[in-house]
């Protein structure tokens, strides 16, 4: 029998920061936040090192590493911030250890140039 186990948020809104079923960890898209979780924004570079980061750190609370996770999404603000962004990206998510991902243009919450979600591969 599968479980389904989540990880709340210490954000102040209606959503699990992850949430772990049949060995998969979902989690939420996570934006750019200063260490007071105010909204960081500035260089892209800046703002994908935070989340990437923020990610790890999600990814370690359950156990996982950023080397288990299989599929990104990114939405920028800006698809003229992708070679920056990318830069950034291929610095944490290096062969062999590429996962799937799209990337896609799109207004995010609070101003800020990107919002990153993975999903990760971990079985128990």
């Given at each position: 029998?599968?479980?389904?186990?989540?990880?709340?948020?210490?954000?102040?809104?209606?959503?699990?920061?992850?949430?772990?079923?049949?060995?998969?960890?979902?989690?939420?898209?996570?934006?750019?936040?200063?260490?007071?979780?105010?909204?960081?924004?500035?260089?892209?570079?800046?703002?994908?090192?935070?989340?990437?980061e923020?990610?790890?750190?999600?990814?370690?609370?359950?156990?996982?590493?950023?080397?288990?996770?299989?599929?990104?999404?990114?939405?920028?603000?800006?698809?003229?911030l992708?070679?920056?962004?990318?830069?950034?990206?291929?610095?944490?998510?290096?062969?062999?250890?590429l996962?799937a991902?799209?990337?896609?243009?799109?207004q995010?919450?609070f101003?800020?140039d990107?919002?990153?979600?993975?999903?990760?591969?971990?079985?128990?």
């Open positions: 029998m599968s479980t389904i186990q989540r990880i709340p948020s210490d954000l102040p809104f209606p959503f699990s920061k992850a949430v772990e079923a049949g060995g998969f960890l979902f989690l939420s898209g996570q934006i750019p936040l200063d260490p007071d979780g105010k909204p960081l924004r500035g260089p892209i570079a800046d703002q994908a090192r935070n989340v990437l923020r990610i790890a750190a999600t990814l370690a609370q359950a156990g996982a590493t950023l080397e288990d996770v299989v599929r990104v999404t990114v939405w920028l603000s800006d698809l003229a992708f070679g920056e962004f990318n830069a950034v990206y291929g610095e944490v998510f290096k062969a062999p250890h996962p991902r799209s990337t896609v243009r799109a995010l919450a101003d800020v990107v919002e990153i979600e993975v999903t990760a591969y971990r079985p128990r």
